[in-house]
């Protein structure tokens, strides 16, 4: 199928209970192509105004999904929304939902104080068959597991924005996560239409730990002057042959993000540069021109 976009669980897997913690950009995501394989997804956020938006980005989306999926066959299309939005419930209860879960996806703050807040608290209330996962861009699965009794069935799902789009899932195996944890995730990733790779618990993963410095280089590059940013943008999409230059996708991805991956790897690790956030990041964070979600970053998106 197109671009990684699956329409039914014809890979079979044996997780049919998802619960995604966070709904923001990525747990949306999460939480729809979970639901667009047949799963019974339960998406939890802390008030009832974050559900509401989550509810509009995934109508949105699986729309797009639908549109392109079933191009020739609009019925079928219509269905396969109705079906998707069928399957999932919003809740503000986190112990309550992760009492029937077959797997947990956390995708909230990138805080290690609130992350392990989080996990003690359905640790206890999660059944033992429960598999905690967490989609975390820059912070070591080993560190969030540490507060569960249940580092063998803790492993890092790291997604790609946009999660309906993107085929690429990083399955983080850490020394205690067990075969029967890892295959299961292989097996879910695959079904749910995505290429997976696996990689050791290390900063960033693989794409992270190339696109982040790669992004940092390209600041660099503007601070002293060598190019434009939109010649720099330029450049590496068609000589580089990505689908957006360094600057539109920092703006896509968001300059906050970016700038709290870096604070924390270059407080951990202080001696490699390319973790040193730059000063034009820093400022436009400061500023906040987040990049498309606040209308301005490196470009304007302003109507
Ligand atoms: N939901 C569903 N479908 C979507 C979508 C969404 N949110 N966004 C885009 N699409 C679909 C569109 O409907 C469109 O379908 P069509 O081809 O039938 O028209 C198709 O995807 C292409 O979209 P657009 O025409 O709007 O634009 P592009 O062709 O430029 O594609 C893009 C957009 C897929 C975002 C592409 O530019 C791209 O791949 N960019 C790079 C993204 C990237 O690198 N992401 C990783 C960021 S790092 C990360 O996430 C890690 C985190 O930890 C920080």
């Not at 990525?26 to 998406?43: D, E, F, K």
């Not at 295959?183 to 879910?188: D, H, I, L």
């Not at 290390?202 to 002293?224: S, Y």
Request: hydrophobic share 35%.
């Amino acid at each position: 199928l197109c671009r990684g976009f699956a329409t039914s669980s014809h890979l079979r897997s044996a997780i049919n209970n998802v619960t995604v913690i966070g709904g923001g950009l990525m747990g949306s995501g999460i939480a729809q192509v979970s639901a667009q394989i047949g799963n019974n997804v339960t998406l939890v956020d802390v008030t009832d105004e974050a559900l509401q938006k989550s509810k509009s980005n995934i109508q949105t989306s699986v729309q797009r999904v639908s549109k392109k999926l079933y191009k020739d066959n609009p019925a079928e299309g219509e269905k396969f929304v109705s079906n998707t939005l069928g399957k999932l419930n919003f809740s503000l209860s986190l112990p309550d939902s992760v009492k029937d879960a077959d797997l947990v996806v956390e995708a909230i703050v990138e805080n290690i104080n609130v992350k392990h807040k989080l996990f003690s608290e359905i640790d206890s209330v999660a059944p033992s068959k429960t598999i905690f996962a967490s989609n975390t861009s820059s912070l070591s699965i080993q560190d969030i597991a540490s507060v569960t009794s249940r580092k063998d069935r803790f492993i890092g799902l790291h997604f790609f924005n946009p999660v309906p789009v993107m085929k690429l899932l990083e399955i983080i195996r850490t020394a205690e996560t067990s075969d029967e944890t890892y295959n299961k995730a292989v097996e879910w990733g695959k079904a749910a239409g995505k290429v997976t790779i696996t990689c050791k618990d290390t900063p960033g993963f693989v794409v992270n730990r190339l696109l982040v410095p790669f992004m940092g280089e390209a600041f660099k590059m503007l601070e002293r002057g060598d190019a434009t940013a939109r010649d720099i943008d330029t450049a590496m999409k068609l000589g580089a042959g990505h689908p957006m230059g360094p600057f539109e996708l920092a703006d896509y991805v968001g300059h906050d993000t970016t700038y709290f991956i870096l604070k924390g790897w270059s407080e951990k690790y202080p001696d490699v540069p390319q973790f040193q956030p730059t000063k034009t990041l820093k400022k436009l964070v400061d500023d906040g021109k987040l990049g498309v979600k606040t209308g301005e970053g490196i470009y304007s998106y302003k109507k």
